[in-house]
């Protein structure tokens, strides 16, 4: 677990598109914060700053107690799902599990016991064997799930990880990322432009409107104002 400090973050594109303009969020050990607003906000910029996977332009990023530009990649305690699953399609589902276990050295005998827990937790201990494309949508979004939380990093990162999915698996794999999150406590950012999956995910949403906070809050502060 781990507190997350967004500080006066903005991100100006070379070519001068002003993405992220001087937010600030503070988000709590275990809090689950759902990022929501229009197509083009900055949504999955903030969060990829917040990955380390885009610079930051002005601000700073801290994770726990570390400045998250100052860690190296392999070295950050984040996991990140994303729309497109983002499996090795080479690889068995196992493989694609323990994949940045073994990237790790971690021990053959924990990545078993961890690569099965995981498994077990999301359902897919029949498909260990297969490779993806043997898989439907919510199986490979399940392995994707898995992926993050066999690392048991201190911050889940989710970016739109439900938008290709049916409405109905949508709302089942809804429901698993919430218990998942309680059950581990992991602190979650997760990016939507679905206002239903806001609500039932968020501790707290942040909308975001032109690169910058518009509004902060629970879901009943936000979307029940008088
Ligand atoms: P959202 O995730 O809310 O849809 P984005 O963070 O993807 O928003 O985009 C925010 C703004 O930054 C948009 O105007 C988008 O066109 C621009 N943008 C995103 N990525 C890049 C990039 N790599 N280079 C230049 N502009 C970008
Ligand atoms: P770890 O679990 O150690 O964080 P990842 O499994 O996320 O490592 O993958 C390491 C790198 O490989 C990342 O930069 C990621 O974006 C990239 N990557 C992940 N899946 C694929 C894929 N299917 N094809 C190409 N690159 C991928």
């Known amino acids: 677990m781990a507190s997350i400090i967004i500080d006066q973050v903005s991100k100006i594109y070379d070519g001068g598109v002003h993405a992220v303009k001087g937010v600030d969020i503070e988000i709590g050990d275990g809090e689950f914060?759902?990022?929501v607003g229009p197509s083009g906000c900055g949504k999955s910029t903030l969060l990829r700053m917040v990955a380390g996977l885009e610079s930051i332009s002005k601000g700073t990023v801290s994770i726990g107690d570390r400045v998250v530009n100052e860690i190296e990649p392999a070295d950050?305690?984040?996991?990140?799902?994303?729309?497109n699953y983002a499996l090795y399609p080479h690889m068995s589902v196992f493989d694609n599990l323990a994949y940045g276990l073994r990237n790790r050295k971690t021990p053959k005998a924990e990545i078993e016991a961890r690569v099965a827990e995981a498994a077990r937790m999301l359902e897919i201990e029949p498909y260990l064997q297969r490779k993806p494309k043997a898989l439907s949508g919510g199986q490979r979004q399940r392995v994707a799930m898995g992926r993050a939380i066999v690392r048991k990093p201190a911050v889940f990162l989710f970016d739109e990880?439900?938008?290709n999915l049916d409405a109905k698996l949508r709302v089942t794999m809804r429901g698993?990322?919430?218990k998942l999150q309680r059950r581990l406590s992991t602190t979650a950012i997760y990016v939507t432009h679905?206002?239903?999956?806001a609500m039932t995910l968020a501790d707290r949403l942040v909308v975001l409107n032109g690169g910058a906070i518009e509004q902060i809050g629970?879901?009943?502060e936000v979307y029940h104002r008088p």
């Open 161 to 163: 990880p439900l938008s």
């Open 218 to 220: 629970t879901p009943l």
């Open 76 to 83: 950050r305690d984040i996991a990140m799902v994303f729309q």
């Open 33 to 35: 914060i759902v990022l």
């Open 176 to 178: 698993e990322i919430r």
């Open 194 to 197: 679905d206002q239903l999956e």
